[in-house]
């Protein structure tokens, strides 16, 4: 069985990412898999631990990070983000195309340390509707807001490190361009 491949959906928050992968994840064809990253972040409404994050404190985040137990991880607006090493290995293993949905700086450690890594990033079709969507999303606090859209522009910056990088006008069009180039990719690994 070969191995699966790596998948990297990066892009600012509340670009679309995490709706554009649950579409993606409608598509049983693209075999993908989703990895689950650990985080010191309080769980939002709706938010289920070991579902959506692995919801640690502080002292066992840099535990893991102590025991090299993460592929990448950052700290993104006062909050440390990883993802758990173990868990994506054992996937690739069976042959899973894995999908990590992560900020910039956790992406640049993964592009060098996986080159063949499938690297997407998703931008918005502008910076007001960027802010649109992270308002109307309601799930952040005003203060908290602010510094993800400054640290959006920032983040937008670097999207050339990546191999494609996608609008997301409508969910539709944004999930049916990454399948394609995620179909594209395997294609090649075959
Ligand atoms: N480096 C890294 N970033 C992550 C990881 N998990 C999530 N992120 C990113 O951290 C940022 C903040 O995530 P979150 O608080 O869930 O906000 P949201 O993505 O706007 O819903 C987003 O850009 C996520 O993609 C991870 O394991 N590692
Ligand atoms: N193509 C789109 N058009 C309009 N709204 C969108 C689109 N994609 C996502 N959204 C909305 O934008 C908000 C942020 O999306 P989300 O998936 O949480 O972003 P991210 O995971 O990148 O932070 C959500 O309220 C979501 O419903």
Same mark, same amino acid.
């Given at each position: ?77 006062? $909050? ?16 899973? $195309? ?62 050339? $490190? ?29």
């Amino acid at each position: 069985m070969s191995k699966g491949l790596l998948i990297i959906l990066s892009g600012p928050s509340g670009v679309g990412k995490g709706t554009v992968r649950a579409k993606l994840f409608e598509d049983q064809t693209l075999n993908l898999a989703y990895s689950i990253s650990m985080t010191t972040r309080s769980a939002r409404p709706g938010e289920v631990d070991g579902r959506d994050y692995f919801f640690v404190d502080r002292d066992t985040f840099e535990k893991k990070v102590a025991e090299g137990g993460l592929l990448e991880h950052a700290e993104f607006v006062g $909050n440390y983000y990883g993802t758990p090493k173990e868990h994506v290995e054992k996937l690739l293993n069976e042959g899973k $195309n894995v999908l990590l949905e992560i900020e910039v700086q956790g992406a640049l450690q993964v592009m060098a340390k996986v080159p063949d890594a499938l690297t997407i990033f998703l931008v918005p079709p502008s910076m007001e509707e960027l802010e649109r969507r992270i308002r109307g999303r309601r799930t952040e606090a005003e203060d908290i807001v602010r510094q993800r859209l400054e640290k959006a522009e920032r983040e937008i910056k670097t999207k050339d $490190n990546y191999k494609h990088v996608v609008v997301n006008n409508t969910i539709d069009q944004a999930a049916s361009e990454i399948a394609a180039i995620i179909r594209s990719a395997i294609k090649k690994q075959d």
